[in-house]
Nanobody, 124 residues
Framework: VQLQASGGGLVQAGGSLRLSCAASGRISRYAVAWFRRAPGMDRQFVAAINRSGGKIYEEDSMKGRFTISRDSAANTVYLQIDNLRPEDTGVYYC???????????????????WGQGTQVTVSS
C-alpha cells in the first residue's frame, strides 16, 4: 500500500490542524501510525490505530491534544492536532504495518510502508 500524507502547514500556537494519510490500497489491512521528526531530533512515535479502529495507542506526552482516527471507506487515517505548540513543529509521517501488535506499536521497524511526510510549523 502506498501512503500520502497531507494537511500540514504554518499555524499559530493554539491553532489546530488535521493531517490526512491517504492510501492507494486497502488500508483496512494495516495498523497505521503517525510519527513526528522535530528539527534536529529522531523520529518520534505520536499515535497509532489498529486495523479495525477499535484500539488506539498514544505517546503519553501527547495524550489530550492528538487524536488519531480512521475512515476505512475513504481509505484514510487522520491525525487531529489541537492547541498546537511551537514544539509540535516538525515533519509528520504516516506509516502502515501488517504485523503491528501492542508490544511493537511505537517501533518504527514494525511499519513497512511510509508516506513522504507533511511539514507542520507552529509559530509562537
Amino acid at each position: 500500500v502506498q501512503l500520502q500524507a497531507s494537511g500540514g502547514g504554518l499555524v499559530q500556537a493554539g491553532g489546530s490542524l488535521r493531517l490526512s494519510c491517504a492510501a492507494s490500497g486497502r488500508i483496512s489491512r494495516y495498523a497505521v501510525a503517525w510519527f513526528r521528526r522535530a528539527p534536529g531530533m529522531d523520529r518520534q512515535f505520536v499515535a497509532a490505530i489498529n486495523r479495525s479502529g477499535g484500539k488506539i495507542y498514544e505517546e503519553d506526552s501527547m495524550k489530550g491534544r492528538f487524536t488519531i482516527s480512521r475512515d476505512s471507506a475513504a481509505n484514510t487515517v487522520y491525525l487531529q492536532i489541537d492547541n498546537l505548540r511551537p514544539e509540535d513543529t516538525g515533519v509528520y509521517y504516516c506509516a502502515a504495518g501488517a504485523s503491528v501488535i501492542s508490544s511493537n506499536v511505537a517501533n518504527q521497524n514494525a511499519y513497512s510502508n511510509w508516506g513522504q511526510g507533511t511539514q507542520v510549523t507552529v509559530s509562537s
